[in-house]
């Protein structure tokens, strides 16, 4: 009866011992298969600080807030300093924008198109009169030749006007300084090719 017992009791100690072991692989099968939710919840979490400071709108409104103090006036007395200081004379046309001279050619930086975005450089050379349609023609293809070929200068037409531009975007109003030595080189460049061309234009012709 004691050996009975004692057997019995070593069976459901096995028993039991072996149902600890299945329930104990059963939860950490189950604990294996649940990673999966938890790596989708870690694949949704919010960006890291830098990558939303990257997109967001704190940098464009800090860029503004650098330029917002500009009026017009103080556009125009920013260039007229810088002009002056460059050995220029410059002065304020009719529509408000800077006026200046180089080997007797006009120049002039649009204040008032800047005003309405601070962001936004332009400066124009005008080069001509156009008397009739063949003129025309003839500045249309130069014009496309030096788009086509000189880095940023813009040469086209403006009712019966001949003008080669150069404009961009700057970060800063003031940014213009660094780069404004080029930007009247390459006008002087663009307007080179630009007459060169019309000059093969018209032998063409003959």
């Known amino acids: 009866m004691t050996h009975t017992l004692k ?38 979490e919010p960006l890291p600080p830098r990558a939303q400071l990257t997109s967001g709108e704190l940098p464009r409104k800090k860029r ?44 002039f930086i649009h204040v008032e198109a800047q005003q309405k975005d601070l962001q936004y450089f332009r400066i124009t050379h005008y080069l001509g009169k156009i008397n009739n349609d063949i003129e025309r023609l003839e500045v249309l293809v130069a014009a496309n030749h030096v788009n086509a070929t000189i880095k ?8 019966d006007t001949a003008q080669a531009t150069v404009e961009m975007f700057v970060s800063n109003v003031e940014d213009f300084k660094d780069i404004f030595s080029r930007v009247m080189s390459v006008i002087s460049g663009g307007k080179e090719s ?13």
């Open 7 to 44: 057997t019995t009791l070593s069976i459901l100690c096995t028993v039991s011992f072996l149902s600890g072991c299945m329930a104990t692989q059963k939860v950490k099968l189950n604990d294996g298969s649940n990673e999966s939710p938890r790596k989708v919840i870690t694949d949704v």
């Open 64 to 107: 503004q807030s650098n330029t917002q103090l500009q009026s017009k006036k103080q556009l125009q007395l920013m260039y007229m300093d810088y002009l002056k200081k460059e050995g220029y004379l410059p002065e304020i046309d009719s529509d408000g924008d800077v006026k200046f001279k180089k080997e007797g050619n006009s120049y």
């Open 152 to 159: 940023v200068v813009k040469f086209s037409i403006l009712k």
């Open 194 to 206: 630009f007459i060169n061309k019309i000059k093969e234009i018209q032998k063409q012709k003959v």
